[in-house]
């Protein structure tokens, strides 16, 4: 029952859902289904990004980034998770759970800072139309893109600190498919209300902030919406506003369930389900929320289609 995070040669068994036998197999189709949908989905988001110039625009230049973090953040788990399921291997080194931790926590992190960024495009869009031209300029854009990816990073880095200087005790099972922070810290061998405290209030800076930022954003952008006479044009603005609001609202709704109840509170069971929504669900409907919804994704990719069609 000793401390064994000092120890690198050490690792932990991910129980992952071995204690559903019966689910295995059928979360093994359909993980590698999503899996590859999501694979699938962003890369046509990038490319069609890059490939047609009437997406050379600021809103798609985020999405670009919003794709590859949705990518990299899916791979940091789901090819380990199948690897779990088909009961291949179930354990991960020490060093590999802390390099896990650390990159999952930043690229999630860099999307609860890459939402506001976005939020705040929408808002520039409608409610500053006249000056959108000038107020998302391309250097603008790349620095909040680069400060969105500074915040993830520098948040991981306090985030997954701590964590290493909390001393672990116990058994080496964790009860989950990666290595999630709250149930790293129910291995904890001694009172960490502090370092707990200051965990909650990093959460906070990183989750809580953001989506009061993004609320306060779409309750201006509502306001401006209702202002215009047309209906064509509040169609088109809430159809462009609303699936990145709806985006917003399934991951900031998982990331808060996971993260801001108290440890004590965390069911590990129930965990492991948000968990799957948080890492496979919302990562493969990004793409179908913002290219079923929008116009200019959907010509774009017919475009393409043609132009590959006529050299076929």
């Not at 036998?21 to 989905?41: D, K, V």
């Not at 952008?221 to 202002?227: E, M, P, Q, S, T």
């Not at 129930?270 to 994704?297: C, H, Q, S, W």
Request: aromatic share 12%; charged share 10%; net charge positive.
């Amino acid at each position: 029952m000793g401390s064994f995070n000092t120890s690198f040669g050490e690792g932990f068994i991910l129980v992952g859902f071995s204690d559903w036998p019966q689910l295995e197999l059928i979360l093994f189709i359909y993980i590698s289904i999503f899996y590859s949908l999501t694979l699938f989905g962003n890369t046509t988001i990038i490319a069609l990004s890059r490939l047609d110039p009437r997406l050379h625009t600021p809103m798609y230049f985020f999405l670009c980034h919003l794709s590859f973090l949705d990518l990299c953040y899916t791979t940091s788990t789901v090819p380990q998770l199948l690897i779990n399921l088909s009961g291949l291997d179930r354990t991960i080194s020490y060093g590999g759970c802390v390099a896990q931790l650390f990159i999952y926590l930043a690229l999630g992190s860099t999307e609860c800072v890459l939402l506001v960024v976005m939020a705040f495009d929408r808002y520039a869009a409608v409610c500053r139309p006249l000056h959108y031209t000038t107020i998302m300029h391309p250097l603008l854009c790349q620095s909040l893109a680069i400060a969105a990816w500074v915040g993830g990073l520098v948040n991981s880095l306090i985030q997954t600190s701590l964590m290493m200087a909390m001393p672990l005790c116990g058994l080496h099972y964790l009860n989950h498919f990666f290595c999630e922070m709250p149930v790293l810290q129910k291995l904890a061998c001694e009172d960490t209300g502090g370092t707990e405290a200051k965990m909650f209030v990093a959460r906070v800076i990183i989750i809580v902030v953001p989506a009061a930022l993004i609320l306060g954003s779409y309750a201006h952008i509502a306001l401006a919406v209702l202002r215009i006479k047309s209906m064509a044009g509040r169609r088109k603005a809430f159809g462009t506003c609303g699936s990145h609001l709806l985006v917003v609202c399934l991951f900031y709704g998982s990331a808060m369930y996971t993260y801001l109840q108290p440890t004590g509170s965390y069911s590990e069971s129930e965990g492991k389900f948000v968990a799957l929504f948080y890492t496979v669900i919302i990562p493969m409907l990004n793409p179908l929320i913002y290219t079923l919804r929008n116009k200019d994704m959907k010509g774009a990719l017919w475009k393409v289609l043609g132009r590959g069609r006529d050299l076929g």
